[in-house]
């Protein structure tokens, strides 16, 4: 099956070929994205109009809105212009008003003569104790009142669009259904008593209650899968077209890796040793490892990272391990160097700051081998770096980087292992839904002796009091990160403010003892400052968001974050994961600019209340939604039109399953449900997924 499937036809015809929807309306519909039955068919009402006929508005709640039969009165045109013209009419108990502006008599008087039998139906509302229906929603002679439906779905409109309008449209879609061959696993519909999919929409579209409306009505939710399904089969079709790709052969001796391990004064927690053999038994296989590695800050990633590149390094090839920014890489650097001794490993670092011979240099000895572990930012794979046998490849703190940056680094080495780590964990609803066509470890648990971090919410009046205590801190040898915030994007506001608190600390604490590092800073001065502090010399760093992911300093135990509010929850539970982190007490104080808005507090509130890092991002994604939670533009998540990642992650991991269940025992999909599930592709628009499924 090269092209759409026939069947399908219909509903990706203009939607011009629908009865009453002409061009005009055609093009106000695709600004709203939709451009084809299909689009009318997985917009669903989001509610639902009870029009019922009734005998009378006697008696109603009022405002509410209803449907009656009525015997149409005397007209009274507006006084002046722009007035009301109000027609008077009368149920059989009750009498009341239609009224209407701007319209015009002729029409008023044909829709409604005088004398004439009428269902109308629209809200009524009292205004100045008399009952009236403002612009009435239909008014139908009596013959026709069957065209105004018991239950009116409404929909979300595009302007200039109506609702009248819209549903006509949607009809028009759902009578051309076609019959499609169920693509669900038979054993999982029965199960959830979902209705085939045609009959799912038909239903959805037919609402006759709240109920109905609700994301876990059977019809809707089966719709939802079908999304999921959707995405996932064509994640599982990436991931098995990955898999077949030939990948290398790394197995390890686990010399290298003893030797590091006897070196340290601590063991490996059970989760890191889990993640480790994950690893090493995905590099040891003859598919190329695509693998996500999560932990929570504070988890020990970094080790993991280095076993990993160990086993390349042990199966005689090389390995990357590439950060987000300078600090992070230099820091990973000064980590790992004296382990990489002990195990008689070369290890390099390669940033933009590399430049002329010496560049040149390090890229003579990794294409000889003679580099076995390079560390760097995005630099290491630039076009020219070329390595002599490269067998692994980390990307550190994923979120910051595209998903296309992850294939670059991953073609550089013509078949290495892809191990990606993320700081930040995700809930398991967007894990799946973006890295569904990857294998994930978790480091679900925080090595021994962490000490919770105290966190207190302290308005920013009480700064003076603050500054007191830091005061105090510092004379007791501890230290203290200063983060300022990110003003409204804009580097140099953003800039003047940490001056500003630099400044203003180093009045108040002394000279020598406060730094400052920035984004702009030239590298060799925020190197220096942040060498200082990593080696306590400076013990008070103000810094702007640059510390954010990933660095290390022990010692430092105070963390004051000002305008905590608005910064993302994720960033602030990286920000204090930087603390808690040696012997000491650590404090982190979260400083707002009042008055504090009720969402505001709740975000610190969660802050307060735990250091769980996936507990803290459910809640980051019930209160901000997926696509603001990693930033839709990068986020590589797709736009779900009915199914709710965050609220059916149960439903997500369900089609992961069974996706990669489909595709294990019908590669080529074309079994009777493999071909079904094509047909379900081609629906979803996963147009590139068609082009992935393997032939024969
Ligand atoms: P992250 O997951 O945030 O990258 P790191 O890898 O930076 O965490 O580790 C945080 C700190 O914990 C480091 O100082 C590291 O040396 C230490 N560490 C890592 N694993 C263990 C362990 N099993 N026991 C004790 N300390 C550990
Ligand atoms: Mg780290």
């Known amino acids: 099956m090269s092209g759409r499937p026939e069947q399908l036809f219909p509903l990706f015809a203009g939607l011009e070929t629908l009865s009453g929807i002409g061009p005009r309306t055609a093009r106000l519909l695709a600004r709203g994205g939709i451009e084809a039955p299909r689009d009318l068919l997985f917009s669903l009402p989001y509610s639902v109009v009870d029009r019922r006929r009734r005998e009378t508005i006697r008696g109603a709640d009022l405002p509410c809105t209803l449907t009656v039969e009525v015997t149409v009165g005397a007209h009274r045109p507006p006084r002046s212009r722009g007035g009301a013209w109000r027609v008077q009419v009368e149920d059989s108990q009750a009498a009341f008003q239609l009224v209407f502006f701007h319209a015009r008599a002729d029409y008023l008087s044909r829709l409604l003569p005088v004398g004439a039998r009428r269902v109308v139906s629209g809200k009524v509302e009292l205004f100045d104790g008399m009952a009236q229906m403002v612009h009435p929603d239909h008014v139908v002679p009596v013959e026709e009142a069957a065209s105004i439906p018991e239950f009116e779905p409404v929909y979300h409109l595009t302007q200039g669009v109506g609702q009248k309008l819209m549903y006509r449209a949607v009809q028009g879609a759902l009578a051309r259904l076609p019959d499609l061959e169920e693509w669900i696993d038979p054993a999982l519909l029965a199960s959830r008593r979902w209705p085939g999919w045609a009959e799912a929409l038909r239903r959805a579209h037919a609402p006759r209650g709240a109920d109905d409306l609700a994301p876990s009505a059977p019809e809707r939710e089966r719709l939802a899968y079908d999304e999921f399904f959707a995405h996932q089969l064509t994640l599982a079709l990436a991931r098995a077209r990955e898999r077949k790709a030939r990948g290398i052969q790394s197995i390890g001796t686990g010399r290298l890796q003893r030797k590091v391990l006897e070196s340290l004064p601590w063991r490996l927690t059970g989760a890191q040793q889990r993640a480790m053999e994950e690893i090493a038994a995905d590099m040891a296989a003859p598919e190329r490892m695509n693998r996500l590695l999560q932990g929570?800050?504070?988890?020990?990633?970094?080790?993991?990272?280095?076993?990993?590149?160990?086993?390349?390094?042990?199966?005689?090839?090389?390995?990357?391990?590439?950060?987000?920014?300078?600090?992070?890489?230099?820091?990973?650097?000064?980590?790992?160097?004296?382990?990489?001794?002990?195990?008689?490993?070369?290890?390099?670092?390669?940033?933009?700051?590399?430049?002329?011979?010496?560049?040149?240099?390090?890229?003579?000895?990794?294409?000889?081998?003679?580099?076995?572990?390079?560390?760097?930012?995005?630099?290491?794979?630039?076009?020219?770096?070329?390595?002599?046998?490269?067998?692994?490849?980390?990307?550190?703190?994923?979120?910051?980087?595209?998903?296309?940056?992850?294939?670059?680094?991953?073609?550089?080495?013509?078949?290495?292992?892809?191990?990606?780590?993320?700081?930040?964990?995700?809930?398991?609803?967007?894990?799946?839904?973006?890295?569904?066509?990857?294998?994930?470890?978790?480091?679900?648990?925080?090595?021994?002796?962490?000490?919770?971090?105290?966190?207190?919410?302290?308005?920013?009046?009480?700064?003076?009091?603050?500054?007191?205590?830091?005061?105090?801190?510092?004379?007791?040898?501890?230290?203290?990160?200063?983060?300022?915030?990110?003003?409204?994007?804009?580097?140099?506001?953003?800039?003047?403010?940490?001056?500003?608190?630099?400044?203003?600390?180093?009045?108040?604490?002394?000279?020598?003892?406060?730094?400052?590092?920035?984004?702009?800073?030239?590298?060799?001065?925020?190197?220096?400052?942040?060498?200082?502090?990593?080696?306590?010399?400076?013990?008070?760093?103000?810094?702007?968001?640059?510390?954010?992911?990933?660095?290390?300093?022990?010692?430092?135990?105070?963390?004051?974050?000002?305008?905590?509010?608005?910064?993302?929850?994720?960033?602030?539970?990286?920000?204090?994961?930087?603390?808690?982190?040696?012997?000491?007490?650590?404090?982190?104080?979260?400083?707002?600019?009042?008055?504090?808005?009720?969402?505001?507090?709740?975000?610190?509130?969660?802050?307060?209340?735990?250091?769980?890092?996936?507990?803290?991002?459910?809640?980051?994604?019930?209160?901000?939604?997926?696509?603001?939670?990693?930033?839709?533009?990068?986020?590589?998540?797709?736009?779900?039109?009915?199914?709710?990642?965050?609220?059916?992650?149960?439903?997500?991991?369900?089609?992961?399953?069974?996706?990669?269940?489909?595709?294990?025992?019908?590669?080529?999909?074309?079994?009777?449900?493999?071909?079904?599930?094509?047909?379900?592709?081609?629906?979803?628009?996963?147009?590139?997924?068609?082009?992935?499924?393997?032939?024969?």
């Not at 400076?538 to 905590?564: H, W």
């Not at 930087?578 to 504090?596: E, I, K, M």
């Not at 369900?654 to 449900?673: H, K, N, V, Y």
Request: glycine share 8%; proline share 4%; with cysteine.
């Open 296 to 696: 929570d800050v504070g988890s020990g990633k970094t080790l993991v990272a280095f076993m990993a590149l160990l086993v390349a390094v042990e199966a005689g090839g090389q390995g990357v391990m590439m950060a987000p920014t300078e600090i992070l890489a230099r820091q990973h650097l000064q980590a790992l160097q004296p382990l990489a001794e002990r195990a008689g490993v070369v290890l390099e670092i390669l940033t933009g700051r590399d430049k002329g011979a010496e560049r040149k240099a390090k890229l003579a000895a990794l294409k000889a081998g003679d580099i076995h572990i390079l560390v760097g930012t995005h630099a290491v794979f630039q076009d020219d770096v070329a390595f002599r046998d490269l067998r692994l490849a980390i990307v550190d703190e994923q979120h910051r980087f595209g998903v296309r940056q992850r294939k670059e680094l991953a073609e550089k080495g013509v078949a290495a292992d892809v191990l990606v780590m993320t700081a930040t964990p995700i809930p398991r609803s967007l894990a799946l839904a973006r890295y569904g066509d990857m294998d994930v470890s978790v480091l679900d648990e925080k090595p021994p002796g962490r000490k919770p971090v105290k966190t207190a919410i302290v308005s920013s009046a009480r700064l003076d009091e603050v500054v007191e205590h830091l005061r105090c801190a510092v004379a007791e040898g501890r230290q203290c990160y200063w983060v300022c915030p990110l003003v409204e994007e804009s580097e140099t506001r953003d800039l003047t403010a940490a001056e500003e608190r630099f400044r203003h600390l180093r009045a108040a604490l002394g000279e020598g003892v406060v730094g400052l590092v920035h984004g702009q800073m030239p590298p060799d001065e925020r190197d220096a400052a942040m060498t200082a502090f990593q080696s306590g010399r400076m013990q008070v760093l103000v810094a702007t968001t640059v510390i954010e992911v990933g660095v290390d300093v022990p010692n430092a135990s105070i963390m004051v974050i000002e305008r905590a509010e608005i910064f993302g929850l994720a960033q602030l539970h990286q920000l204090r994961g930087r603390v808690g982190r040696g012997q000491a007490d650590s404090t982190c104080l979260l400083l707002y600019h009042p008055p504090l808005s009720e969402s505001g507090r709740r975000r610190l509130e969660v802050l307060r209340e735990t250091e769980d890092g996936f507990r803290i991002a459910e809640v980051d994604l019930e209160m901000r939604g997926a696509g603001d939670l990693i930033g839709t533009a990068q986020s590589g998540l797709p736009k779900f039109r009915i199914a709710d990642l965050e609220r059916q992650a149960g439903l997500m991991a369900t089609a992961q399953t069974d996706a990669r269940a489909l595709l294990a025992a019908d590669p080529s999909l074309s079994g009777e449900r493999g071909r079904a599930a094509r047909v379900l592709l081609w629906l979803m628009r996963q147009d590139e997924a068609i082009g992935l499924i393997s032939v024969g």
